[in-house]
């Protein structure tokens, strides 16, 4: 059975959970919270990040959520998430890079350290003034969004691809720490409603993070 | 004909023209600095980074240099760089990644911005500070380039990859920038001496970035 080393607000587990349920590759998770930095799980990840994917029988540690996805969509064929042609796979690999870079850099990561890590470590509030710059970050990403599912079926193209669960599961963490203003933005509320109702995303939107709660709205599929 | 849209001390520029030299894909550079924002560029990718690859005549534009070198890799089977099985893949992977983010942003992302982007943009000084940071983190860096070695033909494993590609293009601008202390790295310094001496990266290292002069040994194969 594969272990999982995750959080519960770790959006690059959390694109990998999207990717091994829409796969249906079973797992079970291990709390990792990287912040301790654990010996044993800097041996597994020198980059001292979650998630971290181990098969202690098959003797396999995988570790960086892209190389891990990768391996996943390389090893199980059932629903592939990196397809079409060549020039099809960069535009999905451009905007999952997008999404764990621009997004997580200018959003979820800010909203992450402000509302989580100052309240589990540091015993501090957040700074109200970078809550609202990240939230209008927020907006501009998701006029991107808009402007995405304007012109294309999914993110990146005709077919659900990575694209899609690498903005889902940065949308889902922001969402969870308040951080999205949804008003106006009405395509990709569509998008991201019917993304809620999934199989692969139900489990990740019941469980909580210790501490801290979501708004009333971010369970709901109709929001 | 490839374009690429580069400056010349971009360090993921540098890993697809390592990628594409090792390929042998011809391509001619096209000049960009991405800090000033050119409408067109942003065009072609709103990340606004640098590299972006072109093929006008096949209408093909790529941006992110991760999707990049996995187009190359699927469409030009000369000399595999993320090749064996799926989990040597995934540990190609895996490095090429701790290359382009941990040492990017631990020591070649500070070296950039205190020597290249103070000089540039900002007519200031670099903080000496800052640059001693960078360096002491560069040493560390090089430490575990030293650890793989030993255990290891090359970085990721039996043959050169991705991740080999990866490491030397951060480690030539750190170096450029003055940012490396090769004492007490023996090992990384035949590994990269070896680098120095192939087709692929001569063109690399007679390049200059205009302003700024690299140290004597940085172009010398024997350091």
């Not at 570790?63 to 891990?68: H, K, L, V």
């Not at 990196?82 to 999404?99: D, H, P, V």
Request: net charge negative.
């Amino acid at each position: 059975m594969w272990q999982l080393y995750q959080f519960p607000l770790c959006p690059f587990s959390r694109k990998v959970r999207l990717l091994m349920g829409e796969k249906s590759v079973g797992y079970e998770l291990v709390r990792e919270s990287p912040w301790e930095q654990r010996d044993e799980f800097l041996d597994m990840n020198p980059a001292g990040r979650t998630p971290v994917l181990r098969h202690s029988q098959r003797d396999v540690s995988l570790a960086d959520s892209n190389a891990i996805c990768e391996y996943i969509e390389e090893t199980v064929e059932k629903s592939p998430m990196i397809n079409g042609t060549a020039t099809n796979r960069a535009e999905i690999r451009r905007l999952t890079a997008w999404f764990d870079e621009q997004f997580y850099g200018d959003v979820t990561a800010p909203l992450l350290f402000e509302r989580m890590h100052k309240r589990l470590i540091h015993r501090a509030p957040p700074d109200a003034k970078l809550l609202r710059e990240a939230m209008r970050r927020a907006n501009v990403h998701l006029d991107y969004i808009d402007y995405l599912i304007d012109h294309r079926s999914w993110l990146a193209g005709a077919t659900m691809s990575l694209a899609d669960l690498s903005a889902a599961a940065q949308i889902s963490v922001a969402d969870y720490l308040g951080g999205i203003d949804w008003a106006g933005h009405e395509q990709t509320r569509a998008w991201y409603s019917m993304f809620k109702s999934r199989p692969s995303f139900r489990p990740l939107l019941s469980e909580r993070m210790e501490v801290i709660a979501p708004p009333a709205h971010y369970e709901k599929v109709d929001f």
